[in-house]
């Protein structure tokens, strides 16, 4: 299956329009036979804010005032712009969306019926309402239509109806439902045409007057048609892979690129491949275009940076583009200079017979880039570096050997020059078992890159260090140097280098038709171990090991390099069993497009396992290899990641809401976190927390803030799907000086979710540190109730007692509360009862006074008094300690924590040995 995080895609986009009297509607998307464009693309939920650099600017006629057609695009600073054809921006322009961003490209496109075509572009404001927005050729919004609040990573596009002077927009969100905005009687209107229930790309073929839909977790495509406000299916075509872009008609027949990364072109009445297809293009980042300079051709930009041409007849054109500029850019086609114009990350790249003739800042497209001279980038397996910087390579057992790939880069504007002999060179610190084996080529064009490649293999534990070198014409590093680290250790997994002739250490998991070693696939070495499933005939299964020499309550953690060419593969530790995870982690690994991809897993063996740990990789109708298998044991984790605050980023706090700014401050020398909520509710939090169901837990942290209120909750999302899983929700007042609270929890035994750690923030500013989730002992129900702790924490005041300390008697303390002129006390909250159970609670006590009387609090029952109604004034005892007992069932459907009350008049209390216990039924 695709993979489960895709969100959508973009709609395909032309700039000029083709209208025909013969067909019942005609598209924005017809330009000519010979120049077509589409743009496809997907993001993970996450990366919504980063679609501005990836926006398609539009070309078209807006503005007949000045000569050519006019340029709009969404700029890096999330403004829409209208540029004339040479480049300046026209007057009324750049425009804001007022509390809100752009999250679509723009059309140029007459909706509003008069002789002017518009801007129509989406947006989303704050509170996550997405609307469509109008402009006019003065930068004046001049319509807006709410959609509602939906999610669309995807671009709308424009269809005019049958003897329509304006076009309607289609617009689909994220769980597939299809919207059209038209215009009404003079008024934008807007509604549902259809609902998909999965994500799907939508084009137009204007020769049939059917939408083509795609479905990127499907082998087929479907044509419906759009009749008298009526969406039907029209007919459907199987086709050998899902198509993962929207598909276009090209010269009567339908091409697209697929989930097995190849280039279809097909007959658009029964799928049948047209001689020459399909095409295996490597990585396509999602662009297809249909262009002609001496010949008709189609273009796949890359993920690489490059961009494959492909003839009509299928073959792979020798005149391929290879500019590193194209990486992770969208296109638009330039009528006038009959080229490809390229929106990359805000700057742009105007292309024409393969040549660069044109490249600007956004905002400047007519001027060049600053001359920036000769700069290298530098990259150890993916991971930016500095110069003289560290980088601690992956560990491997002993025995086992890797392959470290460090990448150069040339982001400058001239030829970078190595000049060294050889061109890269190590220096042992204590590491004499690395060796060379790839030197990086001599020279670098802009954008281009170049690798070295260092292999390290020990056959003795430990670290060991080189320090690598290479000299250039750099303007800012001439000589470029670093310290690379690696390290051998103890591997519980045999053969996890994959280096061994044979398979004996891999046993196979069911009938996997193929299990074997391969010399043409590796990650590191010269070797990894290959197997397929099929299911269809019987034939899953995958590889395993039996009988690890794990050691029970001891933290471990297993990682491999996997590439799933196909299928599924499914990861799994097990206890006695092969068949089942021992912590129910159902782990799916899609395919990986032809990369290798780390996978890591953290896991305590439970403290009661005895023998035969096991290591599964089950695949299903899958092709897989598997690299640097390593199971290795680890010190106990940090539950709660940069808890401390230490870090120079903020990767591992999430938003919740919208916070108006989160970020590290310092305070002295202590990194803290900072957040600001001035116009409301909003907050951060920790996803994904490792707790184990049934464990008991205590939350601490430091605070300060100055809002309306500061909320901890632990969100369980299957017990609560926003709350507190405990129902707790306790407002920490403000201060201006850190204080600390703890919590004490057990996770549920039946939670499906994991657990997030959230500080929720009203009206204000806080600050946050040392932030610590530990296991610990089933703590006793009430805390501190044999009153040894140092502090008062556990026992607040209620009222406003005179005295309340702690004080000594023979050595062991006990809890003295005096209040001789009113009411006074103590009192317990968050203590977490089971429903309808029999508990009792205890104490020893003195007391001297007018009246004592504990209390058992359930808010929603009795919001100050006892649930039930229980009001005991316990007597004097003069000098000697006297004992109370009380047994009490807890109510069917309990959802809320007790308090405990102790309350006095006019008196003085001791108070130890407090205890609530579960007794059998009374």
Request: glycine share 8%.
């Amino acid at each position: 299956m695709f993979l489960r995080s895709f969100l959508g895609f973009l709609f395909f986009k032309a700039v000029f329009m083709q209208r025909s009297s013969k067909k019942t509607v005609k598209s924005l998307f017809v330009l000519s036979t010979s120049l077509l464009l589409f743009v496809v693309s997907f993001f993970h939920p996450q990366n919504v804010f980063g679609r501005e650099n990836n926006f398609v600017p539009a070309i078209g006629e807006i503005l007949s005032s000045i000569p050519g057609p006019e340029r709009s695009g969404i700029g890096i600073d999330g403004k829409l712009t209208l540029y004339s054809y040479q480049g300046d921006i026209v007057s009324g322009f750049p425009v804001a969306l007022p509390n809100g961003i752009f999250i679509s490209s723009p059309l140029l496109v007459n909706v509003l019926g008069d002789s002017n075509n518009e801007i129509v572009v989406l947006g989303r404001n704050s509170q996550g309402t997405t609307s469509l927005y109008i402009y006019n050729s003065l930068g004046n919004q001049v319509g807006n239509i709410s959609l509602g609040n939906i999610d669309v990573y995807f671009d709308p596009i424009a269809v005019y109806p049958e003897s329509s002077s304006f076009a309607d927009i289609f617009v689909v969100s994220q769980e597939g439902q299809l919207k059209k905005v038209s215009l009404v009687g003079g008024v934008l209107q807007e509604e549902d045409v259809f609902q998909f229930n999965t994500p799907v790309g939508i084009s137009f073929d204007t020769q049939s007057d059917e939408f083509i839909v795609n479905f990127p977790l499907e082998s087929h495509i479907s044509m419906y048609t759009l009749q008298s406000g009526n969406f039907s299916l029209n007919r459907e075509l199987q086709i050998e892979s899902p198509a993962l872009y929207p598909v276009r008609v090209y010269q009567g027949n339908y091409v697209f690129v697929a989930r097995d990364n190849k280039l279809y072109s097909v007959n658009r009445l029964n799928a049948s491949n047209l001689s020459g297809f399909p095409v295996h293009v490597g990585s396509p980042s999602g662009s297809v275009i249909f262009q002609t300079h001496s010949e008709e051709k189609i273009g796949v930009p890359l993920i690489n940076g490059g961009m494959i041409f492909v003839s009509q007849m299928g073959e792979i054109l020798e005149n391929t583009v290879k500019k590193n500029l194209l990486k992770h850019s969208v296109f638009s086609p330039d009528i006038l200079s009959n080229g490809i114009f390229s929106s990359l990350r805000g700057k742009n790249q105007l292309y024409v017979n393969n040549t660069s003739l044109l490249s600007s800042i956004f905002s400047n497209i007519r001027f060049p880039f600053e001359n920036l001279g000769q700069i290298i980038a530098v990259q150890v397996e993916g991971q930016d570096i500095q110069n003289a910087s560290q980088y601690h390579a992956t560990p491997i057992g002993v025995g086992s050997s890797q392959n470290i790939h460090i990448t150069f880069k040339n982001i400058g504007s001239n030829q970078i020059i190595f000049s060294n002999t050889p061109i890269f060179s190590i220096t042992p610190n204590n590491g004499q078992d690395f060796e060379i084996i790839k030197q990086p080529k001599a020279f670098l064009e802009v954008g281009e890159t170049t690798d070295a490649i260092v292999r390290f293999s020990s056959q003795t534990l430990g670290e060991q260090s080189i320090v690598w070198q290479v000299s250039s014409n750099d303007s800012q590093a001439p000589t470029f140097s670093s310290t690379l680290f690696g390290q051998a250790i103890n591997n519980l997994l045999v053969d996890g280098s994959m280096e061994e002739e044979n398979v004996d250490a891999w046993r196979a998991y069911a009938k996997p038709p193929v299990r074997e070693k391969s010399t043409q696939e590796f990650f590191s070495g010269a070797k990894s171990i290959h197997f397929t499933s099929n299911a269809l005939v019987g034939q899953s299964g995958g590889i395993q090991q039996l009988a690890i020499p794990v050691l029970a309550g001891h933290w471990y953690r297993v990682s491999f390099q996997y590439k799933v060419n196909e299928g599924t593969l499914y990861p799994r530790l097990g206890i006695k069993s092969s068949n089942g995870d021992f912590e129910v982690i159902n782990s799916e690994l899609e395919s990986t497009a032809g990369q290798w991809v780390k996978y890591t897993r953290n896991f305590k063996v439970p403290d009661d396992f005895v023998s035969d740990f096991r290591f599964v990789l089950h695949s299903r109708d899958a092709d897989v290899y598997i690299d640097d298998a390593i199971m290795e044991e680890i010190e106990d984790p940090l539950l709660i990641k940069d808890g401390d605050m230490s870090a120079s980023h903020i990767n591992n706090w999430v938003n919740w809401g919208n916070p108006t700014l989160l970020e590290k401050r310092f305070e002295g020398i202590n990194s803290v976190l900072y957040m600001a909520s001035p116009d409301g509710g909003a907050g951060v939090q920790q996803i994904n927390v490792p707790t184990e169901n049934g464990k008991w837990y205590k939350l601490s942290f430091r605070y300060k803030h100055n809002g309306e209120r500061l909320r901890p909750v632990l969100n369980v999302h299957d017990i609560n799907r926003q709350g507190d899983f405990e129902g707790i929700y306790r407002d920490l007042s403000p201060t201006d000086v850190w204080k600390t609270y703890e919590r004490l929890f057990q996770m549920p035994t039946d939670a499906q979710s994991s657990l997030t750690v959230r500080f929720t923030l009203r009206y204000g500013e806080v600050y946050l540190d040392d932030v610590v989730l530990v296991e610990i002992p089933k703590p006793e129900i009430v805390r501190d109730g044999d009153m040894e702790s140092s502090t008062l924490d556990n026992w607040r005041d209620y009222g406003s007692s005179d005295i309340r300390e702690k004080r000594l008697d023979s050595g062991d303390k006990y809890l003295f509360v005096e209040d001789l002129d009113d009411a006074g006390g103590v009192s317990q909250g968050d203590i977490h009862l089971n429903a309808a159970t029999t508990y009792k609670l205890s104490f020893r006590y003195k007391f001297q006074g007018e009246r004592f009387r504990p209390l058992i609090n359930i808010r929603s029952i009795s919001k100050q008094g006892d649930f039930e109604g229980i009001y005991q004034n316990l007597r004097e005892t003069g000098q000697e300690w006297g004992t109370y007992e009380r047994i009490f069932n807890t109510p069917e459907g309990l959802n809320e924590n007790i308090t405990l009350f102790a309350t006095i008049r006019s008196g003085s209390l001791w108070l130890d040995d407090v205890v609530l216990e579960e007794v059998s039924g009374g």
